[in-house]
């Protein structure tokens, strides 16, 4: 009984971790061997038979027959009169074979057994999470919410291995419920406090790489490299891309027809603004990519300081910033330079702004009565005094310094 007993811990253990035959045996008969030595000082003289398939198991001992005055060891050796008893033909110099029973040792020494092994199974199931995810660093797993906690999320992958999503590697509009399933990357693995720790992230540049490498086959194929990606969680990334095959557009292979492919990212990544650039080794023509959709009209660089100064119509200016400075600030990390913008100054014309450009700032009743006086741009306005506006219109001082703020800080 106590013999099934260890069996059904076994197989038990062994189909719930899905731990390999060999292995299993190999520490079914360490365990056993450790209760012969510490019962009986050797193991050398034992032979353990394991039958998973039945359940079963058998310990055998091989002593050699010597007189009953030349015993030394009763664990390596056995008396001749003993001997008889077991089979009446055996002769001095024999050696015999008689099987031990696991009940012979005491039930608290089987407990401690059961203990052991159960111990062993799981010390070994912890390390083969361990390793299998050690090897999968930077791979995207899939599984299903298990629990939700305020800075952490518990996940359980297919074979019910417990993975961590840290709060800090969420995207901020994310929001999962338990039973939910959830797609990350593995980005950690470690042992901490003898258990496998495996982390995974939704916010980390490599997430998005193996997105497209999901997504674009040519991608997984090699035949189109990611060179770098910069990205803002939940809001906004820069992918460079190259091929290697002329024939193929880069950009639009990842982009997809009418969007296909960069759509299923886009919504895993909770409506992340993707843009794909084409990359090159033209510093000037890498940033203006880098920029889009502001236009460049010209860049003046310093390559040893790594900065860079763009020039753009007045009009492209906050379309070359982006929305909080996104668009300039991932475009400096993508393309490794410090960028400055500035409006276009060849020509005084040009870096006037018309006064229609302010009527979303200034009344339309105040703009008639600068272009009364001749005034239609701003800088024809602020090449004024304030007592000559004051004088030639009906505006009041007040009124008058207001506007020249907002004129001036258009070309702040």
């Not at 009169?81 to 009940?103: C, N, P, Q, R």
């Not at 800090?168 to 693995?189: C, L, M, N």
């Not at 189109?224 to 639009?252: H, L, N, Q």
Request: net charge negative; proline share 2%; aromatic share 6%.
């Amino acid at each position: 009984m106590e013999n099934l007993n260890l069996i059904d811990t076994f197989l038990e253990f062994k189909e719930l971790k899905n731990i390999d035959r060999a292995t299993m045996m190999s520490v079914l008969e360490d365990v056993f061997r450790g209760l012969l030595l510490k019962n009986y000082g050797s193991d050398e003289n034992f032979d353990i038979i394991i039958n998973i398939d039945k359940g079963d198991f058998e310990i055998w001992r091989n002593r050699e027959v010597v007189k009953d005055k030349d015993v030394i060891d009763e664990n390596l050796q056995i008396a001749l009169s003993k001997a008889k008893k077991i089979d009446d033909d055996y002769e001095v110099g024999e050696e015999v074979t008689d099987e031990v029973k696991l009940i012979d040792f005491g039930r608290r020494a089987i407990l401690s057994l059961r203990q052991n092994l159960t111990s062993r199974i799981l010390d070994l199931e912890k390390n083969n999470v361990f390793n299998k995810y050690k090897d999968r660093i930077g791979e995207v797993v899939t599984g299903e919410v298990y629990q939700v906690w305020k800075r952490e999320i518990l996940v359980l992958d297919d074979e019910g291995n417990e993975l961590i999503l840290s709060k800090t590697e969420q995207i901020p509009s994310d929001y999962f419920r338990k039973g939910d399933t959830i797609r990350a990357v593995v980005i950690k693995v470690e042992m901490r406090n003898n258990n496998p720790l495996i982390l995974l992230s939704r916010t980390s540049s490599v997430f998005l790489e193996r997105l497209f490498e999901l997504e674009v086959p040519e991608i997984f194929d090699g035949l189109i490299t990611i060179k770098k990606i910069v990205r803002v969680p939940g809001e906004r990334a820069k992918i460079a891309v190259e091929s290697y095959d002329e024939r193929i557009d880069p950009v639009g292979a990842c982009v997809g027809m009418k969007g296909s492919r960069i759509h299923g990212i886009v919504r895993e990544l909770k409506n992340e603004n993707i843009d794909v650039i084409n990359f090159t080794t033209n510093t000037q023509l890498y940033i203006t990519r880098a920029l889009s959709p502001a236009k460049i009209i010209s860049i003046k660089l310093d390559e040893e300081e790594h900065r860079a100064e763009v020039y753009l119509k007045p009009n492209e200016v906050s379309l070359a910033i982006g929305k909080g400075g996104l668009n300039i600030k991932l475009a400096g990390q993508l393309t490794g330079y410090e960028i400055d913008v500035y409006r276009e100054s060849d020509t005084e014309d040009e870096e006037d702004v018309n006064l229609e450009e302010f009527a979303d700032e200034i009344e339309n009743w105040i703009l008639d009565e600068l272009k009364a006086i001749g005034c239609d741009t701003a800088k024809s306005v602020l090449e004024l005094s304030i007592e000559d506006l004051v004088k030639r219109t009906d505006l009041e001082e007040e009124t008058i310094k207001d506007l020249i703020k907002i004129l001036n800080a258009e070309f702040e």
